[in-house]
């Protein structure tokens, strides 16, 4: 194992790590003060639990990243020099955001028993809020240095010399788009794991309360994921706009050059987040009494959204033999094809995405039952907002087609608003109706044990794509440690292979897992107390 390869682990791990414990405290402190609003005290035994699981992971990122720094300045000491030059003070100032997250995240978790009632209670929100602003302003600093490896700024573009300020080289033109697209992914992949934890508790619980506990985390904690993940392909087509703008060879090279089919198995895993949260989603229907009344309507959504999954992962060039090619009559499938450009994929991950929101809908209605004079015009309205959406996100999608190539991005600009008008206006009018809605109960607790298993299907697929997506993001710059400024010479300056960079990403998320599996057992082992000599071992 070479010196990139290892410090490709630490990253990876250190990037999994962080972006879980950056993310964690996000949510909590909106469980939080959910809590404190509604008063229902499960909101804040959820949020200290989150929690609980949140400082147990802390070390370990701690660790990664101190491995981390040491491999860098070890493997690539001129390198390091260089960015340090370029950034100065700044990595200072990283470290005291180190020490204050470290600070606020220990006074926020074990300040939660003695700040838990009245007004101490705002005063433990606003510690929380500190932490947040911390913990964001951390990653945005780290987003800082890895932009401007792939975008420099405030440097001469022929030596490298620094001409510009510490914020030129921060705001470089692909700072926003990762700060954006980083967040939202933290907030999904934060959800998913404390999911995977909500279901290993789930399976391995003694008795129904702690199951109906543990099924209401799940749930929270599939809600989070969803809602980070509904608009995260958006903050992806941004990011990869900027990258073309900044520079076509680097745009190219991701999607129309060596990196190009692995965004076939991108949509492969993607596919596969969608698939298992609807699956949860779909589960959950059994847990009211209204929820058969939907279910009828659960194939339709699966018919969406397993077609958009086949239209995602079909190519537009084929990898064939000298023979294939000679019997196809080229590397483009004559009926297939089409599928495999931008349009026809444009159209096919919107679609999933509402249809994942659908059946977000259906199980919140099999809940509530609106009594508001107007709920007939109320569902009439959604059910237009729906079809006059498909129509129109189907409709861009066919313009894409016939329009010039120039055009062709814009065409998925409609489907993008159109894709974000329903969610926004569904929830607006949904809204509305459930005021006064007749509420039936929610069994928790009442789910399948295959369900659970899709609870762990999330993180596993999630991990594998962020490892995925940052071999492709390192990777676009070819053999450039900053791009066009400063050249790898060693003897690793290549882009390794698709089975190389698939072994050390597999790899990676196999230890990962072990390591979270680790976190959960040992923030379990913190519930169970020793009783005295000769009586029993009790939670």
Known sequence: MGGRTFVWVFAQMHLFLAAFVLAVPLFVLIIELLGVLTKDPRYDVMAHEFMKISMAAYSFTALTGG???????????????YLMQVFRGQTLIYAALFVMESLFLYIYYYSWGVLRYGNRKWVHLSIGLVLNAVGLTLMFVANAWATFMMSPSGVDPSTGAVIGT????????????????????NIAYGGAIVGAYAAYRFLSAKNAAERAHYD??????????????????????????????????????????ILAWLFIIQAVLIGTIILAANYYLWCGLG?????????????????????????????????LTPQEIRLLGGTNHGFLGPLGIMPAKNMAVNLMLVATFLSFQLFNRSSREPTVSWARTGNLLIVALYVVGVLNIVGAGIYGYITPTVYKVGASVPQVATTISIIIFALIIDGFMSRGAKRSKVHWGRMSTRSQYALFVLPIAFTWLMGLMGYIRSSVRTHWHVYTIMKDTSPEAYIPTIGQAGNVITMITLIFMGVIVFVFWLSQMGEIKQAKPGGKISK
């Open 67 to 81: 491995a981390l720094a040491i491999a860098l300045f070890l493997f690539y000491p001129v390198v390091m020099g």
């Open 166 to 185: 510490v914020w030129e080289a921060t705001r470089n033109p692909l700072w926003n788009p990762l700060n954006l697209h980083r967040f939202l992914a």
């Open 216 to 257: 209401w985390m799940g749930y929270t904690s599939n809600f989070i994921a969803v809602c980070g993940f509904l608009p995260l392909p958006f903050a992806g087509y941004w990011l990869m706009a900027e990258i073309y703008a900044y520079s076509q060879q680097m745009g190219i090279t991701a999607m129309g050059g």
């Open 287 to 319: 847990r009211t009494r209204k929820g058969a009344t939907y279910a009828p309507y659960v194939k339709y959504i699966a018919v969406v959204i397993v077609g958009g999954f086949l239209v995602w992962v079909t190519p537009h060039t084929l990898i």
